[in-house]
């Protein structure tokens, strides 16, 4: 399975981006999709996440998780971007999900986000 986060970019404080995860090689329906992100020098941190059942938690409200199964991608929108938002973001899939990265069994790449103040 590959997945290809993207969407990434720099955006001033206030300002709002959309990620995508988009997966291929297996059955993408079947399985939650998660996002974490790591700032420098800080820990993995949970962002949100996405069930099968299409149920989903964020870590804020400012951020929304969604899903289209038809086009096995996951979107992440996130509105009102603080400077501390700045990290890598990276998308993983896995059957359960959740809140911690071990619950997640393949990871795409990352894609930098970058919020200016």
């Known amino acids: 399975v590959q997945l290809q986060a993207s969407g990434g970019g720099l955006v001033q404080a206030g300002g709002s981006l959309r990620l995508s995860c988009t997966a291929s090689?297996?059955?993408?329906?079947?399985?939650?999709v998660g996002w974490f992100r790591r700032a420098p020098g800080k820990e993995r941190e949970f962002v949100a996440a996405i069930r099968r059942s299409g149920t989903s938690t964020t870590y804020a409200g400012r951020f929304t998780i969604s899903r289209d199964n038809a086009k096995n991608t996951v979107y992440l929108q996130m509105n009102s971007l603080k400077p501390e938002d700045t990290a890598v973001y990276y998308c993983?899939?896995?059957?359960?999900?959740?809140?911690?990265?071990?619950?997640?069994?393949?990871w795409g790449q990352g894609t930098q986000v970058t919020v200016s103040s």
């Open positions: 993983a899939s896995g059957l359960q999900g959740g809140s911690t990265w071990y619950q997640y069994d393949y």
């Open positions: 090689g297996r059955t993408f329906s079947s399985y939650a």
